[in-house]
Structures are given as structure tokens and as C-alpha cells.
């Protein structure tokens, strides 16, 4: 009886794999610290050496921090029916939660440590265990148990980072979100209860694939808005207004590279897949790379339209052409999940890229950012052609099938 009012709360297989409103609404302050990454990261522009190094650590840390909450809050809603009004409940939490984060970020890492701490661990900690608790008896209650039990074991070094010596912040806070990570990869084990692996849980695989194209949608919305914000704000010239137009085409481009054919058919795979939890766990992966690869490449359109034909800055393609680079290596990360195969007109696109960065060490930043525009639309080009005149592909994962001994009781 108790296993069955628990059950109240599993996603029947009726339910719709599309996102709710509140879905839509949580990923407002998404909107907002997706912004705020973004600013953190054109903060390195002017800044070389060690320093930048260290800046894009600290910056990236802070992103991985975010999408481990964005992560499971959308495998929540995969897994639970969105409707019920507790999950709903979370769901509006973690958005606070998350708009906290949001707002400290730019100087999280700084004087606003203890804030993005604990709105952070009051995600990991908390949200786990209303789960639990609206479970009741249900076997899948041992799952948000097991998160409560890895989240407070990392606990102690996030406090510790966000309270003690500022020197010690990055090392503890690097150690915190590993073991977090570790223990999303890992299936939170523990001793006689084993690991419960993502991979294995009873989700709707169409509703997953949903809310990766959207966060992708979201973080090439952010991109187009630094190109309005920082073109509108700055004084008129020909070449801004010239930066203005690539940075914008080269968006275009990324959308269509995403979604023609692999990102389109990303619904389909996933409700092909046998075991949709496993193909979940690797492409979330893989967005979390497009979405940072996405915000990176911003940045280098901010860069790039400020001072257009300014001296060439080494350090600024980190951001001009190392984004569109880490996109494509992602892209046919995606292009495998999809079709088990990988895309030539990609690896040609990443190989052209890498052997034109030395040379666009000394060109000036607008020349890099058209060479960058102009390798992506031969790699949508190329994609188009070795397609034409063949039948469409159908999905072909070869992650996701199912096995005996895939399945367990707490999935």
C-alpha cells in the first residue's frame, strides 16, 4: 500500500514527454546565471598567462556547479510526474535556489562564496529529501537517500571553501563538486546497498531529450543577446557593425550544425533507446559540453565586436576559436549517440580550425572570427551535399540497448 501511494509520484507512460510551463519558467534563472557565466568569462579578456588559466578555472567550475543542479532537476521531472504538486514544489525551490546562485556568480568565487554555498547545498541536500519523504515506502526511496548521503559528505569542503582562507576556496571547492561528480557517475553508492546507475532508471527518454535541445535553444538565446547587447552599447563603426553580422551568422551556423540531422532526431533516439536512461547519462555529457562551448564562443563574439580590427590578442582565441572547436568535437559526440557513426564533415571542420589558430594568432580578431564563420558553413555545406540525394537516416544508437540484468529494484 505504501509503495503504491509512492507510486503516485512515477511518471506513467501516458504522460507527455513535453516540458510544462513550470519547466519553462524554472529555466528563467537559468537565462540569468547562464548570463552571468558569460560575463565572468569576457572578465578574462584583457588577461594573459597564469591568470587566465586560473580565471577560466574558477569560471568553469562555477558552470559545472550549475548544470549538476539543471542536471538533476530535469532527470527529476524525467523520472516523476511533473504535475503532482510536490514535484512542482521542488521544482519552484530549485528555480530560487538556482536565481540565488545566479545572482552571486560574478563574484562567487569572491566575497558572495557563502551564499552560492548554501543555495547550492540546499539543492543537493534538501530537495533529495522531500523526494524521499512524498516516496513513502516505495522502493525508488533508496535513491534520494543515497544523494542526501554523497551530497553531505561533500558538504563539509564546500563550507569549508566558502568560510576559510580565500587562497584554499578553488582546491576545496574543486574536491566538493568532484565528489559530487563522482557520485552522479558512479550511482551514489554505498555499503550493502550497492550503486543505483543512472543508466538503469525507468525514465521518459523523450521528455530528457526535450530539455537538452531546450538548454541548448537557451544558451544560444544568451549568445544572441550578447551580440544585441554589445553592438546596441557601443558607439556605431563599420567594422562593429560588420563583428555584429559574423558573430550573429555564426550562431546560425552552430543552430544548424546542432540540429541537421543529429539534434533534430534527438527525441527519436531516445524513444528507440531501450534503456533511455543510459543514453541520458552520456548525452547529458555531451550538452554540457555544447552549452559550455556555446557560452565560450559569446564571449569571443563580445571580444571580437568591441575592438574589431584591434592588435591581435593570442589569449582571445581561447574564446574566438576554441568555443566553435570544442562545439564540433561535441557535435560528433552527438552524431554517434545518434547514428553510431561519426561525422566526417565535423572532423574536417575541427582539423581545419586547429591548423588555421596559429596563424590567427596574428591576425587581427575580426579576420579570426570570418575564418571561424567560414569553416562552420563549409562543414554545414560539406554535411548537405554528402547527404544529397540519399534516403534519411533513422536513429541507430548503438548506447541504450537493453540487456538482461539492466533493470534493478530501485530503477
Not at 560574478?106 to 534538501?126: D, H, K
Not at 551568422?249 to 533511455?276: H, K, Q
Not at 553510431?340 to 581545419?352: E, L
Request: aromatic share 10%; net charge positive.
Amino acid at each position: 500500500m505504501a509503495a503504491g501511494r509512492g507510486a503516485e509520484l512515477l511518471r506513467p507512460p501516458t504522460s507527455s514527454g513535453r516540458a510544462t510551463f513550470l519547466e519553462l519558467f524554472f529555466d528563467l534563472a537559468f537565462v540569468v546565471a547562464l548570463a552571468r557565466v558569460s560575463q565572468r568569462f569576457a572578465e578574462l579578456g584583457d588577461v594573459t598567462g597564469w591568470a587566465l588559466v586560473t580565471g577560466f578555472g574558477r569560471t568553469l567550475l562555477l558552470f559545472l556547479a550549475l548544470w549538476l543542479i539543471w542536471s538533476h532537476t530535469v532527470w527529476i521531472t524525467s523520472r516523476y510526474e511533473p504535475e503532482r504538486s510536490i514535484i512542482q514544489a521542488v521544482v519552484v525551490g530549485t528555480m530560487f535556489a538556482g536565481l540565488i546562485m545566479a545572482v552571486t556568480l560574478p563574484r562567487a568565487v569572491e566575497e558572495r562564496a557563502l551564499p552560492f554555498t548554501l543555495a547550492y547545498l540546499m539543492v543537493m541536500v534538501v530537495r533529495p529529501l522531500v523526494v524521499a519523504v512524498a516516496l513513502r515506502g516505495h522502493p525508488r526511496r533508496l535513491v534520494p537517500f543515497r544523494l542526501v548521503v554523497w551530497a553531505l559528505a561533500s558538504t563539509p569542503l564546500w563550507l569549508a571553501g566558502a568560510l576559510g582562507p580565500d587562497h584554499l576556496r578553488l582546491p576545496l571547492w574543486v574536491a566538493a563538486l568532484t565528489v559530487d561528480y563522482i557520485a552522479w557517475a558512479s550511482g551514489w553508492p554505498l555499503p550493502w546497498l550497492g550503486a543505483a546507475k543512472v543508466g538503469r532508471w525507468q525514465i521518459s527518454g523523450t521528455h530528457l531529450a526535450d530539455r537538452y535541445q531546450q538548454m541548448f535553444l537557451i544558451a544560444l538565446g544568451e549568445s544572441i543577446l550578447v551580440v544585441g547587447v554589445v553592438f546596441s552599447g557601443g558607439f556605431y563603426s563599420a567594422g562593429r557593425a560588420a563583428a555584429f553580422a559574423v558573430a550573429f551568422v555564426t550562431s546560425a551556423l552552430l543552430w544548424r550544425i546542432y540540429f541537421y540531422r543529429a539534434g533534430l532526431l534527438l527525441t527519436e533516439t531516445f524513444g528507440r533507446a531501450g534503456m533511455p536512461g543510459r543514453l541520458g547519462a552520456v548525452s547529458g555529457r555531451t550538452h554540457l559540453l555544447i552549452v559550455l562551448s556555446v557560452l565560450v564562443t559569446s564571449v569571443g563574439y563580445e571580444l571580437v565586436i568591441d575592438h574589431p580590427f584591434g592588435q591581435p590578442r593570442p589569449s582571445w582565441l581561447l574564446f574566438v576559436v576554441g568555443g566553435p572547436t570544442l562545439f564540433l568535437v561535441a557535435r560528433m559526440r552527438l552524431e554517434y549517440e545518434t547514428f553510431g557513426k561519426a561525422s566526417r564533415s565535423q572532423i574536417v571542420g575541427v582539423a581545419a580550425l586547429l591548423l588555421v589558430t596559429p596563424v590567427l594568432a596574428h591576425w587581427a580578431p575580426m579576420a579570426g572570427l570570418s575564418v571561424v564563420a567560414g569553416v562552420l558553413a563549409l562543414v554545414v555545406v560539406f554535411g548537405v551535399l554528402r547527404r544529397r540525394g540519399r534516403p534519411l537516416e533513422v536513429p541507430a544508437s548503438p548506447i541504450g540497448r537493453e540487456t538482461s540484468g539492466d533493470r534493478d529494484s530501485e530503477a
